[in-house]
């Protein structure tokens, strides 16, 4: 069986729960000092492993019922190769004014950068709007400039439980994953091959599936 692995801010949300059941989303979120919006996940993910109960107009209570559930068997079966999509990607010799206009034709949050294939960056909307604020002449400079460069970028495997992706999202506070196989360069350097993308986007469309299903 496997054993589901709460972030110490899920671990809170029980202690809370338990000792001051029923408590509300707003009330969670004011104790907790995050938004509302912050803590969805974390009371979506509680509440479908049946750790915690939603009544709706009252609050969350603590369940009774065994944390192992069938909802739980089939979220921790879902892999990132079930949820991911096509990927959006630039050169990095792309102009960060150019990167803008793709970013927001194509509606996502974050552009990831890559050299035949290779993940190489990725850039999000935090760091177009810091350049935007700045004085920096967009129509010149390239987005490779800008960008955060690997290994500092957070990633997943297509073999990964979906779950640990959106964990990883909430955890690094991202608006989406590149989906990378790794593979050997001519030099037999390790490089990522990116593939995919996970998604905020993903995460919800994941939920609503499992809504309509149930």
């Known amino acids: 069986m496997c ?9 809170k ?6 000792d001051q059941a029923p408590i509300t989303s707003e009330q969670l979120a004011s104790k907790l000092n995050v938004t509302r919006a912050a803590l969805r996940p974390d009371l979506a993910i509680l509440t479908m492993t049946g ?4 009544k709706p107009k009252v609050g969350y209570i603590y369940s009774r019922k065994p944390s192992h559930s069938l909802v739980y068997d089939y979220i921790m079966n879902i892999k990132v190769s079930d949820i991911m999509s096509k990927p959006v990607v630039v050169d990095e010799n792309t102009t960060v004014y150019d990167a803008i206009v793709y970013l927001f034709l194509n509606d996502v949050g974050t552009l990831f950068i890559e050299n035949k294939g290779i993940l190489i960056g990725a850039v999000s909307r935090k760091d177009f709007l810091k350049v935007a604020i700045g004085s920096t002449d967009m129509h010149k400079i390239p987005v490779g400039i800008i960008m955060t460069r690997m290994p500092n970028i957070i990633f ?4 990964e439980v ?4 959106a964990k990883k999202i909430m955890e690094h506070e991202v608006d989406s994953l590149p989906v990378v196989e790794k593979c050997r360069d001519k030099l037999n350097n390790e490089v990522l091959k990116i593939i995919g993308k996970v998604s905020k986007t993903n995460i919800t469309r994941l939920f609503v ?5 149930k």
């Open 209 to 213: 599936k499992i809504g309509e299903n």
């Open 51 to 54: 750790i915690l109960e939603a």
């Open 156 to 159: 997943v495997e297509k073999d």
């Open 13 to 18: 949300i029980i202690e809370l729960v338990k």
């Open 3 to 11: 054993i589901i692995k709460l972030s110490p801010r899920q671990e």
């Open 162 to 165: 979906a779950y640990m992706a």
